[in-house]
């Protein structure tokens, strides 16, 4: 069952493909020629520019200035042409959200806040949908989301790993992101499925199956993907493939393609509850707890229970899927089930 975000995204796509008709656009010649299309519409203007013109935190390769009259797109000249039009057609689906009416009234109506995600998700869905006709991505995901199936989807059309990603995450079964990272282990892109917090371009990645998939090439198991912020998100059921150079990995909270019979998974980022002696209080923690003592460590001062005298350290832990106690070294990191699951 879709969730209420993605159901409106769909919705909106439908929309815009809609409007696009209106307004005399073949989304056939759009997908075939994006540079010649978009320049007929609005007078919109595309420039080639080098990468220190669009700055570091674009997603995409490309950057919408829709206060210029003209309009324009600045696209990065040394993008690949995958990477080029789907870069194009997002920032022409930003130009899209400000011209359709029922595009603004749903902005309008999300929590504060949510609304440049939700564009940024909308616009990703939009470009996608022209470069990735509905029934090759459906044959491609007839098996369901994995990682190698979203290599087959870029080896055999042409459209960019981003784009690749995109459709995969919609198709997803339940709240994920598929993820594009680069062979240092940051992530270049990431799309999302359901209400999932975005993940920001250039998040490094440091959870332990999938830097394993950086120096073997595949990972499949439990992990956590990392926010900008450097804090763990919620424990996931993960699938990481590498061709390339570069690694795709499919993150998903229930129901992975590769795995029958998943146990449910928590569900919120990991928080550790600790009292520092030192400091006199109580404190709350994102980070790992200490792998000598296993007790969490104080956010302003740095302290465990490593110090001579203190209690007893950790050596096993409740594995939430098995329900028994078992030692440390049965669990990866920080991870509340065991590796036999």
Not at 23 to 41: F, N, R
Not at 69 to 76: E, F, M, Q, T, Y
Request: some cysteine; proline content about 7%; aromatic content about 6%.
């Amino acid at each position: 069952m879709r969730s209420s975000h993605q159901q409106l995204i769909d919705a909106l796509v439908s929309v815009t493909l809609d409007y696009l008709t209106d307004i005399g656009v073949d989304v056939h010649d759009l997908a075939a020629d994006p540079v010649t299309v978009i320049q007929t519409v609005d007078g919109i203007v595309i420039d080639w520019v080098d990468p220190a013109s669009l700055g570091n935190g674009c997603a995409v390769a490309a950057l919408y200035s829709g206060t210029e009259a003209p309009p324009r797109i600045s696209v990065l000249r040394d993008a690949s042409q995958g990477r080029r039009n789907f870069s194009l057609l997002h920032e022409f689906g930003h130009h899209l959200c400000a011209r359709i009416d029922d595009i603004a009234a749903a902005l309008w109506e999300l929590p504060d806040g949510d609304e440049g995600p939700f564009e940024e998700d909308l616009v990703n869905q939009f470009a996608a949908a022209i470069l990735l006709p509905a029934d090759v991505v459906s044959e491609a995901f007839a098996d369901g989301v994995t990682a190698a199936a979203v290599l087959r989807l870029w080896q055999g059309t042409t459209a960019s790993r981003e784009a690749c990603c995109v459709a995969a995450a919609r198709c997803l079964p339940a709240p994920g992101y598929v993820m594009l990272l680069e062979p240092g282990g940051s992530s270049q892109f990431a799309a999302r499925h359901g209400d999932m917090l975005p993940i920001a371009r250039d998040s490094r990645q440091t959870g332990t199956r999938l830097r394993s998939a950086l120096r073997t090439g595949t990972a499949r198991g439990l992990d956590r993907p990392t926010y900008a912020s450097g804090v763990s998100g919620q424990e996931m059921y993960l699938d990481a493939r590498t061709a390339g150079g570069y690694t795709v990995a499919v993150w998903v909270t229930d129901s992975p393609a590769w795995q029958s019979l998943a146990a449910p998974l928590a569900a919120s980022p990991v928080n550790l509850d600790g009292h520092c002696d030192d400091c006199g209080k109580d404190f709350q923690t994102w980070k790992p707890p200490c792998t000598t003592c296993g007790e969490p460590s104080c956010p302003d001062c740095n302290a465990c229970d490593c110090a001579p005298g203190g209690p007893r350290p950790v050596d096993e832990r409740l594995c939430m899927s098995c329900f028994l106690k078992l030692p440390l070294r049965e669990f990866d990191g920080d991870s509340t089930t065991c590796m036999q699951h």
